[in-house]
């Protein structure tokens, strides 16, 4: 059974910075793609980074994170993360990691229904 499971949520203010975690068991994903969505309060969730391993391919949501967000992972560890830096309050929501064994690239790593498995979110507060 996989599980995925997300840590390093929290509350920071403005400016500052937090490291989610996700942590994959009973499947190895080295070979494909782990990836962050966030859904804040009344909206739809949103992709915001994914990390092809396959294919290769780093991709952001470019409107809301590049240049501030860092997605890495360590396939020994079979984990993703997320180095979010210059945190705003608009960053505020639950952040999900997902995880698929396919391999993906730009546009194609967006979709929600890429995603085979989900983990059970990280709350993600920023104030102001």
């Known amino acids: 059974q996989v599980q995925l499971v997300e840590s390093g949520g929290g509350l920071v203010q403005t400016g500052g910075s937090l490291r989610l975690s996700c942590a994959a068991s009973g499947r190895t994903f080295s070979s494909s793609t782990m990836g962050w969505f966030r859904q804040a309060p009344g909206k739809e969730r949103e992709f915001v980074a994914a990390?092809?391993?396959?294919?290769?391919?780093?991709?952001y949501n470019t409107d809301s994170v590049k240049g501030r967000f860092t997605i890495s992972r360590d396939n020994a560890k079979n984990t993703v993360y997320l180095q979010m830096n210059s945190l705003k309050p608009e960053d505020t929501a639950v952040y999900f990691c997902a995880a698929t064994t396919n391999y993906c690239s730009g546009n194609g790593c967006q979709r929600q229904s890429f995603y085979d498995y989900w983990g059970q979110g990280t709350q993600v507060t920023v104030s102001s």
């Open positions: 990390y092809s391993w396959g294919a290769g391919s780093i991709t």
